[in-house]
């Protein structure tokens, strides 16, 4: 087993515990794995599992990242590539300078801002993986669509095993081939999510489906071809698009949780509609996205799942 050992130094401000409990969004979740001081995910590079494991040693305001991988084919001149992953999972080079100035003059975002002050916007490693994602967690509650997800990883997803540590890969497009409507069954997936999940990844694999070259398109042109795939409508392709293509002015309207937490933020008196959701974030344009993430984290804080302590850095 090889290991490599490097610092980042993300754009400021940035905190890890609030980045990562975006990609998790519920402590269900197994294969983005946080303990309130060090995040732990497996990613399979060139067809070998790779074991990361994450820790901030700098404050918001000026922070700084140690990294340590561990892979049984990983040499020094992987570095690279694997900087790139990890700038792409965490949102480490982009600028939220834009964003905080339109926050401070604005008493209700910058409250929230403020609150949230270091997250960066994730994306997932793949517009896979963020499909599978919102495929599975449609019309349930995000916690028990995190828990099949979780069964989901388990049974399919590339493992990583090294003393102490027993991880899994969120599952690829060809780790999913060879899966069965009736395998996915009994993981707990109806039928018409378990079809849409298998042919998706038999596209990607067998008819060369380039998802990820959909970063090309402009939004009406990705989420055309997008809901044209089996289970995917309006709600999955644009968590799609924020979440695995990284166009942060997208805040997926149909999204009934976080829709409902923005009615409460916004203290409307009267239940948002896709279009009142619309109404409401013209005037934050372009960070719809962003303020998705904020209340998502908003909603976690009151749920008891975050704590200043989980910002333990190392000396």
Not at 81 to 87: D, V, W
Not at 107 to 119: C, E, P
Not at 186 to 209: D, T
Not at 277 to 297: A, Q, T
């Amino acid at each position: 087993m090889s290991e490599i050992s490097f610092t980042l130094k993300p754009l400021p401000p940035f905190r890890l515990d609030f980045t990562v409990w975006v990609l998790r969004r519920r402590p269900d979740n197994i294969w983005d794995q946080w303990d309130g001081r060090v995040f732990r995910r497996v990613l399979v590079v060139d067809e070998t599992p790779v074991f990361f494991a994450i820790t901030q040693t700098g404050p918001a305001e000026a922070p700084e990242l140690k990294v340590f991988a561990s892979g049984s084919r990983l040499k020094p001149e992987d570095e690279p590539y694997l900087i790139s992953i990890l700038k792409r999972l965490l949102g480490l080079g982009i600028d939220l300078t834009g964003f905080y100035r339109l926050a401070a003059k604005d008493s209700r975002l910058n409250s929230l801002a403020v609150n949230f002050w270091g997250i960066k916007p994730p994306r997932y490693p793949s517009v896979f993986e963020a499909l599978v994602n919102a495929i599975t967690c449609q019309q349930f509650t995000l916690t028990a669509g995190i828990r099949l997800l979780g069964r989901l990883v388990l049974n399919f997803g590339v493992p990583f095993k090294k003393q102490t540590v027993s991880l899994h890969a969120f599952p690829r497009p060809e780790d999913l081939t060879g899966a069965e409507v009736e395998d996915l069954r009994k993981l707990g997936y109806s039928r018409q999510k378990a079809h849409a999940v298998i042919e998706l990844a038999r596209m990607v694999v067998e008819e060369g489906l380039a998802l990820d070259r959909f970063a090309a398109l402009k939004d009406s042109e990705a989420l055309e071809k997008l809901t044209s795939l089996r289970g995917v409508g309006r709600w999955t392709a644009e968590y799609a698009l924020l979440r695995g293509l990284g166009r942060i002015h997208i805040f997926p309207g149909d999204d009934v949780g976080v829709r409902n937490r923005l009615q409460d933020w916004m203290k409307v008196g009267r239940p948002l509609d896709y279009d009142g959701v619309n109404r409401l974030l013209n005037r934050w344009k372009p960070y719809g996205g962003l303020i998705y993430f904020h209340l998502l984290l908003k909603g976690l804080d009151e749920a008891g799942n975050l704590s200043n302590a989980e910002f333990g850095m190392e000396n």
